[in-house]
């Protein structure tokens, strides 16, 4: 029989589900983010993927705050997800659905995605959407860490003192680099997107400042990526990959000085080849593996 697996990613601004088989999307279902009950609309998503396709093998969950991947537990989550701390998210849809679910960081779910295809060894993932959220693997293994914080790059301290974060911390990077930043820099609301694809395309003046401005800060962090981790490669994913390779070279010229000082190289930094389909994907690769090593191993 053909192994399928539904994988759903659940993301402050939007949840986007699919069915995959043989690593390949087949069905696709996108859906706004309800902040009060996000399962509530991840439950509609795979009820629609499950419709006309009942053989489902496993269900991959990547969402959004620190996850124990073995429990299925939401060990903490900013109020981007309200009423979602807590919640074993494993439990409730296996006790829903009846199948094998596994639940992984968003960013975590990308960062395999991102290594699993690039064949490296060492790749540190940075996804920048609605919030910052980042993934580290290293010689060939994801890195959950102890508390299962291992790759919380958007909440270390970018500026000491600096702007109030909605995880109760002062400077975090998350509050220089992300989407919702990048729009606000613009002077462009957060729903239009396409204004701002437009407009940095079309080299308007406020947005290639703002687009600067954010790559500053990013190069900032990614600079500190390089001296404590040294991976191979970083990736950029997210919101801002859909900026493009305009955007990469923006990047690459602020890490310059950075880099003059240092063995790195800003070549060594990269977009993500999946955009905003990392999480998807990834998700998807985490259930198949944790599914056979459950069937074949026990």
């Known amino acids: 029989m053909e192994k399928k697996i539904i994988a759903v990613d659940i ?4 949840v986007k589900g699919a069915v995959f088989s043989k690593n390949k999307i087949q069905k696709k ?5 309800s902040r009060v009950d996000p399962l509530n609309t991840t439950i509609k998503i795979i009820e629609q993927l499950m419709e006309n396709d009942k053989e489902i093998s496993a269900i991959g969950i990547a969402t959004a705050g620190r996850v124990n991947s073995t429990t299925g537990e939401i060990l903490y989550a900013t109020p981007n997800l309200e009423n979602w701390m807590g919640r074993n998210i494993k439990q409730e849809l296996e006790t829903l ?12 779910a990308a960062t395999l995605a991102e290594a699993f295809t690039r064949k490296v060894r060492s790749l540190v993932f940075l996804t920048i959407g609605t919030g910052l959220g ?32 909605n995880c109760g911390k002062r ?23 396409n204004q701002l694809l437009a407009g940095f395309i079309n080299n308007e003046e406020k947005v290639l400042a703002a687009v600067e401005k954010l790559c500053g800060n990013l190069a900032m962090l990614i600079d500190k990526i390089f001296l404590i981790i040294d991976p191979e490669i970083v990736v950029v994913g997210g919101g801002f990959s859909e900026l ?4 990469l070279h923006i990047l690459r ?46």
């Open 11 to 14: 993301g402050g601004t939007t």
């Open 29 to 33: 279902v996108v859906k706004n983010t």
């Open 97 to 108: 659905f009846g199948i094998p679910t596994y639940v992984i960081n968003d960013a975590k």
């Open 134 to 165: 980042g993934g580290v693997f290293i010689d060939g293994k994801l890195v959950n860490g102890t508390l299962w914080e291992a790759g919380e790059i958007g909440h270390t301290i970018l500026y000491p003192n600096g702007r109030k974060c």
């Open 171 to 193: 400077g975090c990077a998350e509050q220089y680099i992300s989407m919702k930043v990048l729009h606000r820099y613009a002077k462009i609301p957060l729903a239009e997107r």
């Open 244 to 247: 493009g390779e305009m955007a």
């Open 253 to 298: 010229n602020k890490l310059i000085e950075y880099s003059s000082k240092s063995l790195y190289h800003p070549t060594q930094v990269e977009l993500s080849i999946f955009q905003n389909d990392a999480g998807l994907i990834g998700a998807s690769l985490f259930a198949a593996t944790q599914y056979e090593e459950v069937v074949y191993h026990g």
